[in-house]
């Protein structure tokens, strides 16, 4: 009989810094039922094999959103009216990672014909400079947090520029960023008073975008924004607003809450393997073999959820009908049938199939700019910091079990050349 | 000592070059020959009517790489003309002979020709078939004619007619059937296809024929159909299929007609009674095999994925290191028609049910999935092929059909509707 109180292990804070050795008892039952405080359980896919297949099975669906549900206010015109029509609007519209065909498609491709290879090159150069100014502004400092002094403002200035969100507002995406990124926490979907803090962000940035998108009708610029906004794709997909606001939301936050970890974990990696540090600071050609094994070893987004449309089969168990799914991204990537010697770091694998960006029609939107960004950014700080060491091994963590990373990331260092 | 075993590999094409690296990877290291009809070292024939067509790559730009060591006696440029069992000979066109002790039968086909071979050899008139075809259409289309005439819309006339318009050229496909594709798909899902060419600009002409090509000084200038319209053009590319190469073994005693040459189910040709020859396998478009996933029916695939598997598996029989399992891989193909991917795995012949299990033909994003007395037989994407292998899993047991399950995208009430297959 499998250990159905693993789940509740990864989720368990006190194994953030580490959650690895209870990803690999998982693995000894490629899909097992889980605890989860409900009869039917929650199925958890560990293997790599298992991962892949299922998210290639066109009867696992995306939508696990439960249905919206504003707290109410006690004034009966907004309790009566004004909920249930901003609920079924929200419904209606969600972002399309909560999503599937043909909605999700439609969405997903008015995206990519924005995301243009000219924007993503020109997003590049611009990081490069980012990374130069944010370590310039440090120069004299004798400890860097990783996280503040670069990991998160890089990634943030990068979105909001590329969706064209102006520089003095950035400052207001991070509380809205930290608090919707809770959605991809599988309990906190249920806990009412995360889902009511949910629905006043999702208010206040929703707000906020509505009136940016009538500016750029208004005055339309060179960014992503004002292209979804104006714009259909060659196919004829133009985004109403509720779906515009929906998923330059998905974008701003995605944007902001993933990124910053691969960054961190890649600089907290390197300093536990120095030598492979050492070898950044005089190969920068080997930050993109390096990055590809980080997606691998210490994934930003450790782990999605889905859920069953029908009974699958699946490594010796049959998975019931309308089962939640963990996808256990991070334990794929540590499954030894595919990566030999796991649990070793080490850039020069070959031939790795991660699944750090997830896989099939969910795969991550912006895998290119967190590939360069992560490169701009630890090429720089291998080059740059003059003897680092780590403060606190390990640093302290954020909250989440699926987007999983340092909280913050102290640096001593002796300068910055 | 006896003098090593001689193996002969007639066919320079996909299968061939595979077959010969199985019989060396397999442990047989006498001599090798490997004879070809053509002048070229194998090459890749899927990029032919697509990238080489569309100008991306040249056409001589598709040889295939190989693991092959420099001691292959390639006999390029002249075709096999005879086999001679009793002897254990192979006869060149030019009247050489070739003993050899394993025969590895690779010929696959050729372009069917346009019947009347004066208006065949007009000039503007070409089949796609070799690489040399390719590059001779390719700067026929450079030209910039003033309209495309395909005939026959089948896979490659499809591919040739959808390349034309992302080139911006004019085109028209005439298909005799009611729909491109009618043949393997069924009319049904041919329909919904067929709408997606039209889309892009493709004038479609189904139920007519062709009836004689019209030249002047030796030039195409126009198609004559049988509903008495013409067709102005100045290029047409006939794309009525291909015929098997078996002519090279009349009188060899081989059970081999114009539908290919039948192998046993381990992969040994036979002879005119049945009987299997232990030292003659054959592979890719021109094997006739009974496949096991169809009940042993008796098929010849030309596709791409099968030439490679096929192959392999004659390459390691012949080689004396048979593998365990009869040959019996699923069929799959794909086909590229301008910005339209459309994929298969199974067998659609004889399918007496079709579905459309997820997305929609009127998106242009679709699954089709058929039955045959109650059972999945094959499964079609059209750019949809990340769902294709939860259907390919469907046909390779054999679940029944209609399927069970769901899918994210599947059409409320899945409807069951004839194929279509005249």
């Known amino acids: 009989m499998p250990d159905s109180s693993l789940l509740d292990q990864v989720k368990d804070f006190a194994n953030r810094p580490n959650p690895y050795p209870i990803y690999a008892k998982l693995r000894q039952n490629p899909v097992s039922r889980q605890d989860d405080g409900t009869e039917a359980g929650t199925w958890v896919a560990s293997t790599h094999g298992t991962i892949a297949r299922l998210l290639q099975d066109p009867r696992v669906s995306s939508e696990t959103l439960p249905p919206a549900d504003r707290p109410r206010t006690g004034n009966p015109l907004?309790?009566?009216?004004?909920?249930?029509?901003?609920?079924?609007?929200?419904?209606?519209?969600?972002?399309?990672?909560?999503?599937?065909?043909?909605?999700?498609?439609a969405l997903r491709s008015a995206v990519m014909h924005q995301f243009s290879q000219e924007r993503v090159q020109a997003m590049r150069a611009r990081s490069d400079k980012l990374?130069?100014?944010l370590l310039d502004g440090k120069r004299d400092a004798r400890e860097i947090d990783a996280v503040d002094d670069l990991a998160y403002p890089l990634p943030v200035t990068v979105i909001c520029e590329l969706f064209g969100v102006p520089r003095e507002d950035e400052p207001k995406f991070h509380g809205w960023a930290t608090q919707l990124a809770t959605a991809l926490e599988p309990d906190s979907l249920f806990d009412p008073e995360i889902r009511a803090k949910n629905s006043r962000t999702f208010d206040a940035i929703g707000g906020y975008m509505g009136d940016l998108i009538k500016e750029k009708r208004k005055h339309p610029q060179d960014d992503m924004l004002s292209g979804l906004a104006n714009h259909a794709t060659p196919a004829g997909v133009k985004m109403g607003d509720y779906d515009l606001i929906a998923t330059s939301i998905l974008m701003l936050v995605a944007g902001h809450e993933t990124t910053v970890n691969l960054i961190t974990n890649g600089l907290l990696t390197l300093l536990r393997h120095p030598d492979e540090l050492e070898r950044l600071r005089q190969d920068p050609m080997r930050a993109p073999r390096l990055i590809e094994e980080l997606l691998r070893y210490e994934p930003p987004v450790q782990f999605r959820t889905r859920r069953t449309l029908a009974a699958i089969d699946i490594a010796g168990v049959t998975i019931p009908e309308g089962a939640d799914l963990v996808l256990l991204l991070a334990a794929g990537n540590r499954d030894e049938s595919v990566f030999p010697d796991p649990d070793r770091f080490d850039p020069d694998r070959t031939g790795t199939r991660h699944l750090g960006f997830g896989g099939s029609l969910h795969y991550c939107v912006g895998a290119p700019l967190a590939r360069f960004e992560a490169e701009a950014a630890l090429t720089a700080l291998a080059r740059r910091l003059k003897a680092p060491r780590l403060i606190a091994d390990p640093p302290p963590y954020r909250q989440g079990a699926a987007l999983r990373g340092p909280e913050n990331l102290r640096v001593a260092i002796d300068g910055i050349v | 000592m006896a003098a090593p075993e001689r193996a002969v590999v007639v066919g320079a094409g996909l299968a061939g070059l595979r077959g010969a690296e199985a019989l060396r990877e397999a442990g047989f290291s006498g001599p090798l020959t490997i004879v070809g009809g053509e002048p070229h070292l194998p090459y890749d024939r899927p990029p032919l009517s697509k990238h080489v067509l569309a100008g991306a790559i040249a056409a001589h730009a598709t040889t295939l790489p190989h693991?092959?060591?420099?001691?292959?006696?390639?006999?390029?440029?002249?075709?096999a003309a005879g086999l001679d069992r009793r002897a254990g000979l192979v006869r060149l066109a030019d009247g050489r002979t070739l003993p050899y002790d394993r025969l590895l039968i690779a010929t696959g086909t050729r372009a069917r020709p346009w019947p009347n071979p004066h208006e065949g050899r007009l000039s503007g008139v070409f089949t796609l078939r070799g690489r040399d075809d390719a590059a001779a259409l390719r700067q026929a289309l450079e030209a910039g004619p003033r309209r495309v005439l395909v005939i026959g819309g089948g896979f490659i006339g499809c591919e040739v007619a959808s390349l034309c318009r992302s080139l911006g050229l004019p085109v028209t496909l005439v298909e005799p059937g009611p729909t491109p594709l009618a043949r393997v798909l069924g009319s049904a899902i041919g329909a919904f296809i067929g709408a997606i060419h039209a889309g892009h600009g493709v004038d479609l002409r189904c139920g007519i024929e062709v009836e004689w090509l019209e030249g002047e000084g030796g030039r195409l200038v126009r198609a004559h159909c049988t509903d008495g319209s013409r067709i102005e053009a100045d290029v047409a590319v006939i794309a009525l299929g291909a015929v098997r190469n078996t002519e090279w073994l009349d009188g060899a005693?081989?059970?081999?007609?114009?539908?290919?040459?039948?192998c046993d189910g381990a992969g040994y040709v036979l002879d005119a009674e049945g009987h299997a020859d232990p030292r003659i396998a054959a592979a890719g478009d021109v094997a006739r095999f009974p496949h096991p996933l169809y009940d042993g029916r008796r098929v010849a695939l030309e596709h791409w994925s099968h030439a490679v598997a096929q192959a392999v598996h004659a390459g390691r029989l012949l080689a004396g290191a048979p593998p365990d399992a009869a040959y019996g891989a699923l069929p799959t193909f794909w086909s590229t028609q301008g910005n339209l991917v459309v994929k298969s795995a199974g067998l659609t012949e004889g399918a007496d049910a079709v579905a459309i299990t997820q997305g929609n033909p009127a998106s242009g994003?679709?699954?089709?999935?058929?039955?045959?007395?109650?059972?999945?037989?094959?499964?079609?994407?059209?750019?949809?092929?990340?769902?294709?292998?939860?259907?390919?899993?469907?046909?390779?047991?054999?679940?029944?059909?209609?399927?069970?399950?769901?899918?994210?995208?599947?059409?409320?009430?899945?409807?069951?509707f004839e194929p279509g297959f005249s």
């Open chain 1, 78 to 105: 907004t309790d009566l009216i004004v909920k249930p029509l901003k609920d079924w609007m929200m419904d209606r519209h969600r972002v399309f990672i909560f999503r599937d065909p043909p909605d999700h498609d």
């Open chain 2, 253 to 262: 005693g081989l059970s081999a007609d114009p539908g290919g040459v039948d």
């Open chain 2, 67 to 79: 693991g092959l060591e420099a001691d292959v006696d390639w006999q390029l440029g002249t075709p």
């Open chain 2, 365 to 416: 994003r679709f699954i089709a999935l058929y039955g045959r007395a109650g059972r999945c037989v094959a499964a079609v994407s059209v750019d949809s092929a990340r769902w294709l292998p939860a259907h390919a899993e469907l046909v390779a047991t054999g679940a029944p059909f209609p399927p069970e399950g769901a899918a994210t995208d599947r059409p409320k009430g899945v409807e069951i």
């Open chain 1, 131 to 133: 990374v130069a100014d």
